[in-house]
T-cell receptor
Framework: QKEVEQDPGPLSVPEGAIVSLNCTYS??????FMWYRQYSRKGPELLMY????GNKEDGRFTAQVDKSSKYISLFIRDSQPSDSATYLC?????????????FGTGTKLQVIP | EAGVAQSPRYKIIEKRQSVAFWCNPI?????LYWYQQILGQGPKLLIQ????????DSQLPKDRFSAERLKGVDSTLKIQPAKLEDSAVYLC???????????????FGPGTRLTVL
């Protein structure tokens, strides 16, 4: 079983739709939960992160973490064509005094104008 | 602020040849990472440096991959000899030293796309 599972998609939605992206994980030691966005032929860039369980909102983006279910989500409201990208969930745990980050496989999102 | 620089951007080689990638991190970032991203997969950590010391190379195939970070600044990743399954994007990232409080954001370079024929 992989430590982090993510549906690869692709996910295609019309402009203005609400998008829900999800990941599950198995390692209880994960403390920080991140969402990265990766445009084609670019490196990933951090969208937002949360610590432990709870919600965090940043503009049109909301991240949710449910540690009891080992489940995290990213919601995108009023999706735009510019949101078309691959979204990677990532989680970190401490190991030997360092952060170790594990990425999901990524979900490819296409927002149709 | 300049981002993480990587070169070359693209490389095509034949199997059993050797190849090297270069990375220059953001100024002041002591931690440097090399990731391998196979098409359709997420980045997989190959090696993590803090300054010029290795802190994690548990997933580095040491029989063919090597990496160094002399002087604690830029870094090179080498593959010798390459195999077909090494075809991937090699991403370099850097971050500040983790102080144990907040998540340490990793800043990624554009990657080097390697094709092994």
């Amino acid at each position: 079983q992989k430590e982090v599972e993510q549906d690869p998609g692709p996910l295609s939605v019309p402009e203005g739709a609400i998008v829900s992206l999800n990941c599950t994980y198995s390692n209880s030691a994960f403390q920080y939960f991140m969402w990265y966005r990766q445009y084609s032929r670019k490196g990933p860039e951090l969208l937002m992160y949360t610590y432990s369980s709870g919600n965090k909102e940043d503009g049109r983006f909301t991240a949710q973490v449910d540690k009891s279910s080992k489940y995290i989500s990213l919601f995108i409201r009023d999706s735009q064509p510019s949101d078309s990208a691959t979204y990677l969930c990532a989680m970190s745990a401490t190991a030997g005094g360092y952060q170790k980050v594990t990425f999901g496989t990524g979900t490819k999102l296409q927002v149709i104008p | 602020e300049a981002g993480v620089a990587q070169s070359p951007r693209y490389k095509i080689i034949e199997k059993r040849q050797s190849v090297a990638f270069w990375c220059n991190p953001i100024s002041g970032h002591a931690t440097l990472y090399w990731y391998q991203q196979i098409l359709g997969q997420g980045p997989k950590l190959l090696i993590q440096f803090q300054n010029n010391g290795v802190v994690d190379d548990s997933q580095l195939p040491k029989d063919r991959f090597s990496a160094e970070r002399l002087k604690g600044v830029d870094s090179t990743l080498k593959i010798q000899p390459a195999k077909l399954e090494d075809s991937a994007v090699y991403l370099c990232a850097s971050s500040l030293v983790w102080r144990g409080r907040e998540y340490n954001e990793q800043f990624f370079g554009p990657g080097t796309r390697l094709t092994v024929l």
